[in-house]
Structures are given as C-alpha cells and as structure tokens.
C-alpha cells in the first residue's frame, strides 16, 4: 500500500497489490470485490483499468497476451 499512498484515489481498505511492471509505475491491485485493477501513477481509482473480473481471469489473459499489457 506504501507505492500507491501518493496516487490520487489510491488503494483502500481490503485492496492488495499483487503486482508492479518493471520499468512503469502502474501496479497490479487485486479489489476488495475480487477484481483486478491496473492502478496508474497519475490517474484517479476511477480511471484505472479493470482488465478482469478476478485474478485467474487476468493471468490467463496475461498469459495469453505473451506478457502484453492487454488493458491498453
């Protein structure tokens, strides 16, 4: 939760970051609700992307997209 303090309408209560991307500042967050979420460095939690219903749904695309930010 520390990385994403300093973004407007960061992460809350019941969110983990489960991941980051090497080279960007945008953080994988899985949502209290069991959503993913992309949190972007500059964005408000509305703006962010939501790429997947749960984290199995999101690894798999992940994976299917050879690695490729999918949610752009």
Known sequence: IFECS???????DGDVVVGAFLGDQELVVVAGDGAVLIALPLDPRRDWFRPAPSLVEFLAAYHDANGAKLWE
Do not use: A, N
């Not at 300093?6 to 809350?12: K, L, N, Q």
């Open 6 to 12: 300093w973004r407007p309408d960061g992460v809350v």
